[in-house]
């Protein structure tokens, strides 16, 4: 079954620590998006890559990072450096990057800072 | 620039009642718009979109939203609600950007 792969579900992280979120998809998508979705905020951009060895920054980069090694792959990496780290990620894929392309999201990752 | 607005983060309905979900855009350009649904500590799923043409967008689960330019709107309904249509529900815009702008969100609760 083709889709969008976010490990782990769950994750708990201690302040100052960096902590790398998953996200693998088997669609063949050439773009690939990370949102961040707090309560009552809907989803923010975080970033976003249209091919591989190539990723731009959203709305909210700030204290994150990614990579875009492979096509298949695209981490995220939260760093101590993000303030307010607690939320719900989502990666997502499109086909392409054109304005009518939809956006096949993955399961989520669930991020707590303890 | 783009943006959407959802009204009424979240909306009610008895179990056979009329779902009325509303969403306005504001587009500088023409725009594609979208409809997805959450459920609980899952991503999120298409529900329909429009492109370009028939105004009237049928989607999955018996869900339909209308194009209106004149109202800058995009409205999802579904004339009979169903327990499984308890969900969170959201509006996106795109339009000559590599990104989809999201509303806020409406939770969707059905009364049996």
């Known amino acids: 079954d083709g889709g969008i792969t976010q490990s782990p579900k769950y994750l708990f992280r201690k302040e100052g620590q960096n902590v790398t979120l998953s996200c693998e998809q088997n669609?063949?998508?050439?773009?690939m998006y990370w949102y961040r979705q707090d309560p009552g905020q809907g989803l923010r951009l975080i970033y976003y890559s249209q091919i591989v060895n190539d990723f731009q920054k959203g709305d909210i980069a700030e204290g994150y990072s990614v990579s875009r090694e492979k096509k298949e792959s695209f981490p995220l990496t939260v760093t101590s450096a993000q303030k307010n780290p607690t939320a719900f990620y989502l990666c997502a894929s499109s086909i392409g990057w054109g304005d009518s392309t939809e956006a096949f999201f993955g399961q989520g990752t669930r991020l707590t800072v303890v | 620039a783009q943006s959407v607005t959802q009204l009424g983060s979240h909306v009610s309905v008895s179990e056979g009642a009329l779902v009325l979900l509303r969403c306005n855009y504001s587009?500088?350009?023409?725009?594609?718009l979208f409809w997805y649904v959450q459920y609980p500590n899952q991503g999120l799923q298409l529900l329909l979109k429009?492109?370009?043409?028939?105004?009237l967008v049928k989607g999955i689960n018996g869900f339909e939203a209308e194009f209106k330019k004149s109202e800058t709107s995009f409205h999802l309904t579904k004339p009979s609600a169903h327990m499984s249509d308890a969900a969170e529900y959201f509006c996106?815009?795109?339009?000559?950007?590599?990104?989809?702008?999201f509303g806020t969100g409406t939770r969707l609760t059905v009364i049996p």
């Open positions: 669609l063949n998508h050439d773009a």
């Open positions: 587009s500088s350009v023409p725009p594609y």
């Open positions: 996106a815009v795109s339009a000559g950007a590599n990104n989809l702008f």
């Open positions: 429009y492109t370009t043409g028939a105004t």
